[in-house]
């Protein structure tokens, strides 16, 4: 009777022993999954060279088809620049931009100034230049929701320059993200 | 001393019968970053869709894999990881930036992350930089402190999102980015 009792408590620890870890282990029911999907896009014009802008005045300068005003609404055939949503999954399109660097840089904002430019950007079915999307250093905005994959849209820019006082050559970058949609 | 060997074995019955071993995790472990470029089998598998051998059609493309993580009954003190893939399909090195970021618009039904959400998600490897062609997982780890617990109790029960984005140093004006999209349920 003493051996089985012994055997019986030796038993007990050696479960408990495996067990206790289980029944503290806080990760046992938490689940990560993620579907096989491929976020991928191209972008078919990947610069804007403008050239020399004015110095002395505000001044306006278009990327589009042909370097003019664009139309309102926005068109296909008058944007400058195709997105390709290379990847899986239907996707949005975001975009953001910084500011100008070199020399004294150029900050984006929503009004020209001093060293201050504003940039926007439009595409197919944007209705008028009231609703392209202003720029800001850093701050993503939606330009496109909702585009297949494979799909297609084109876009473009417009660039407002206020006054600077410095002349050495500018150089933005403009960022599109792509994210699903769900 | 008959019913104390009966209630032993009764006690055992009951803890047998309750426990069970931990599983085992389904995210991989957390390894060390490696020192060289390395293309390494990604947890996810190869094909998104029936038919359509994604990764070979963008061979020479960047990309980003996957899409979306999704987090279930979460809970504070709980450490969940996943790999996302990262792929240079240009013919010469590129180097990359992987960071942490708040949602442009989240899914329906889940909600902004708090500010210092940041602070509970950890990206193994930030500026990767990928040889021409290369394919390399990241690994990024997302666990609420333990000991803040009743801090964030308000967050029980709830879905939030955050993002993690992935961007290709900038070759030219115009670039591009990936947002791969982390939903979070809380238990």
Known sequence: MKRLIVSLILALVLILSFALPALADPTADVTVTATPEYLALTNSEPAWAIGNVEDSKPATYFWTNDGLIWDEPMTAGRMKSTITNTGSVLSDINVHAHNFTGGTGWTLAAAVGLNTVVLKVGGTGFANEGAALVLLDGADQELKDSLASSGTYKWAMHLETGTFDNGDPKTGTVTLTIVKHV | ?187
Request: aromatic share 10%; charged share 20%; glycine share 4%.
């Open chain 2, 1 to 187: 001393m008959r019913n104390a060997v009966m209630f032993m074995v009764l006690v055992l019955m009951l803890i047998m019968g309750g426990c069970t071993i931990a599983p085992i995790p389904s995210s991989p472990t957390l390894v060390p970053e490696p020192a060289a470029p390395t293309s390494v089998v990604s947890p996810v598998p190869a094909q998104a869709s029936a038919g359509v051998d994604w990764e070979t059609k963008l061979f020479n493309n960047f990309w980003v894999s996957p899409a979306v993580v999704e987090i279930g009954n979460y809970h504070s003190g709980a450490r969940k990881e996943w790999r996302i893939r990262i792929h240079n399909g240009r013919d010469t090195k590129s180097d990359y930036l992987v960071s942490y970021k708040v949602p442009v618009e989240t899914a329906d039904g889940y909600a902004m992350p708090l500010p210092e959400a940041e602070f509970w998600v950890m990206i193994a490897e930030r500026t990767p930089m990928l040889a021409p062609k290369e394919t390399r997982d990241v690994l990024v780890a997302f666990a609420i402190p333990d000991e803040e617990n009743t801090k964030y109790s308000k967050l029980a029960g709830t879905k939030w999102e955050f993002w993690i984005r992935v961007v290709e140093n900038p070759k030219a004006m115009v670039n591009s980015g990936y947002d791969v999209r982390w939903l979070v349920q809380m238990r």
